[in-house]
């Protein structure tokens, strides 16, 4: 009886993490179906998204979720709490969170090579995003300021900011 | 009613005895510390809160060496036979991740050396100072863990990571282009054999055994067929790097993390390949020209002889070599997985202790088995900082019960075989 139990509980455990996942909507199917404020099916569990800001920053918003789940959540997770060791949480982070967007900008750009020896503190490194275009890149960076910023900035960052960003070298 | 002072004597000879008889074993915790286990086993937390742990030995005395990730070494004892330590001393400093006994000498390493203390018999703690046994290996952060073992020549093997993804410029970002790894793989992405007993080698004093893997967290000595097998964790991100090919859930299921026999002169495949464990074939990465599709130019890398799923992160592997668990456990291994972060958005997985059956050869069959489970506290997580524990170290006990460490909380599990059914 005992073997019996041993081998119905191997099995169902086998059977479990061999499971294949269900197919997930591809993001175009998401974007269709699915308004840019409610949160994401797999992070149910994650604190949701709080609604894009009004006005202007609309139409960037709705993309930069996008981007960010395409960019950022890899790495830092879709609620922004990165992996211990490895990458650092977002929740709150002072580059975020300040109202001049020119520090996060440059991150962004160009990867955690700008942080110099605060990089030390995380095992992995932070890639150049530096193929986003400006526009993608402004509407990432409202974004990311509007769910992870505390309190988040109030204004929506703009093209032309993240054109000057890239215009100079290193941090602002 | 008092015991009489012949029956205290008789108690106290059984607690200090050398390793307990299975009669002996602790009493289990009514929760088994929070894990899920196969019928008849049970476990005990032996120490909990500790700091974040890496891998861990045991002496032949029962007593726990446990190296922290960014500490010291933790070291346990049991001192009334309880199965719950009572004694708990930290010594050393640096982190780090590998520990072994070796000859009476406790070797671990930081990222970047390898040490080992004398141990005094009966002293939980080293009297003297550490030697350097190995000095000034690459240290770049990212996959900067230097495990190592001692093969059957009783030569000292070490890793050496390779602080990349798949060497992709700019590394882990799209339309990453390859780099050529002749140069970086001289000195990363491999294992190195040293003297065991000669002091401040470097990297260059080393015999290079193996090379092209990207971060092996896992080697050990196989006592039937004398080999050292290791496990070496697979890349990220190929969705990041290649959306036009890849999938959110190819990215989850893909690639394998993998099981290898080491060689002499073995090249294991990265940066330029993966081994695709739904396909069962060795595929291109897409920093090399692949598109998902493309395969592996045949017989110049070896084919996995374990293939796990994607991205479990595979930590420190224990050969059984007790009696107190089932036949059917014996000879075979225990690999603890510390559980994915790049399956995003996907759940994560792999939180867990799986069971490697070995043939009579010494080598493994094929497959594997979740043993121990529920060390995470959720079947799916969204990310890994919501995981109560992550199993990282385990190691074998005299009377042939088996530890695991955590890496998160501290906790230290001992699992045992007591056979009832619950």
């Given at each position: 009886m005992r073997a019996l139990l041993l081998v119905l509980a191997t099995l169902s455990l086998v059977a479990c993490h061999r499971r294949e996942p269900e197919p997930a909507p591809t993001s175009a199917e998401k974007s269709a179906t699915t308004p840019p404020s409610a949160p994401a099916p797999v992070a149910a569990t994650a604190e949701t998204p709080p609604p894009p800001a009004s006005g202007g920053a609309t139409v960037a918003s709705a993309d930069g979720e996008q981007l960010f789940q395409q960019n950022c959540a890899t790495c830092h997770m879709a609620d922004g709490s990165g992996v211990p060791f490895l990458q650092p949480s977002i929740r709150g982070s002072a580059w975020i969170s300040n109202e001049n967007p020119q520090l996060l900008l440059s991150l962004i750009l160009r990867g955690s090579a700008v942080l110099g020896e605060a990089a030390q503190a995380y095992e992995n490194d932070m890639a150049p995003f530096d193929h986003l275009s400006d526009v993608e890149i402004a509407a990432l960076a409202t974004r990311v300021r509007e769910r992870f910023g505390q309190p988040p900035p109030s204004k929506p960052v703009t093209p032309d900011e993240v054109a000057i960003a890239r215009s100079r070298p290193g941090l602002p | 009613m008092h015991p009489s002072p012949l029956t205290r004597f008789l108690l106290l000879g059984l607690l200090t005895a050398g390793p307990a008889l299975a009669a002996n074993l602790p009493k289990p915790d009514a929760d088994n510390g929070g894990l899920t286990l196969p019928a008849g086993f049970r476990a005990l937390v032996v120490a909990d809160k500790l700091k974040p742990l890496r891998n861990l030995v045991v002496a032949d005395n029962g007593d726990l060496y446990i190296k922290t990730r960014q500490a010291g070494i933790?070291?346990?004892?049991?001192?009334?036979?309880?199965?719950?330590?009572?004694?708990?001393?930290?010594?050393?400093?640096?982190?780090?991740?590998?520990?072994?006994?070796?000859?009476?000498?406790?070797?671990?390493?930081?990222?970047?050396?390898?040490?080992?203390?004398?141990?005094t018999p009966g002293q939980l703690v080293p009297a003297g100072p550490a030697e350097r046994i190995v000095r000034d290996l690459p240290n770049k952060r990212q996959h900067s863990a230097k495990v190592f073992a001692f093969g059957a020549d009783g030569q000292l093997y070490v890793e050496v990571g390779s602080p990349s993804n798949a060497l992709g410029q700019p590394d882990r970002a799209k339309g990453a282009v390859g780099q050529d790894p002749t140069e970086f793989l001289k000195t990363h992405g491999g294992y190195w054999r040293f003297d065991p007993d000669k002091p401040d080698q470097t990297q260059a004093d080393g015999h290079h055994v193996s090379t092209g893997h990207r971060h092996s967290t896992t080697i050990a000595l196989n006592p039937v067929s004398k080999k050292l097998f290791i496990a070496i964790h697979g890349r990220d991100q190929l969705n990041t790097v290649a959306p036009q090919f890849y999938s959110e859930e190819d990215n989850a299921e893909n690639p394998a993390e993998v099981l290898h026999v080491l060689e002499e002169g073995a090249d294991f495949g990265w940066p330029t390949t993966y081994w695709d464990p739904r396909a069962?074939?060795?595929?291109?990465?897409?920093?090399?020209?692949?598109?998902?599709?493309?395969?592996?130019?045949?017989g110049k890398f070896p084919d996995p002889l374990?293939?796990?799923?994607?991205?479990?992160?595979?930590?420190?592997?224990?050969?059984?070599?007790?009696?107190?668990?089932?036949?059917?456990?014996?000879?075979?291994?225990?690999?603890?997985?510390q559980g994915s972060w790049n399956r995003a958005p996907k759940p994560q997985r792999g939180y867990n202790v799986t069971f490697i059956p070995f043939n009579k050869s010494g080598f493994p069959v094929g497959t594997f088995e979740v043993f121990a489970d529920g060390f995470s506290g959720?079947?799916?997580?969204?990310?890994?900082?919501?995981?109560?524990?992550?199993?990282?170290?385990?190691?074998?006990?005299?009377?042939?019960?088996?530890?695991?460490?955590?890496?998160?909380?501290?906790?230290?599990?001992r699992i045992i075989y007591t056979g009832e059914n619950r």
């Open positions: - | 933790i070291a346990l004892r049991d001192t009334d036979g309880d199965g719950r330590a009572d004694q708990t001393e930290e010594f050393g400093e640096g982190g780090g991740t590998g520990i072994a006994i070796h000859n009476g000498w406790l070797y671990h390493s930081t990222d970047s050396a390898i040490y080992r203390y004398k141990l069962k074939q060795r595929k291109l990465n897409p920093e090399y020209g692949g598109d998902g599709k493309k395969l592996a130019p045949a374990v293939a796990f799923p994607a991205h479990w992160s595979p930590m420190q592997l224990a050969f059984y070599s007790g009696t107190q668990f089932p036949e059917k456990y014996r000879g075979g291994a225990f690999l603890a997985f959720a079947k799916d997580l969204a990310s890994p900082g919501d995981a109560k524990h992550r199993p990282n170290g385990v190691a074998v006990g005299p009377d042939g019960s088996l530890y695991v460490s955590d890496a998160t909380a501290g906790r230290v599990w």
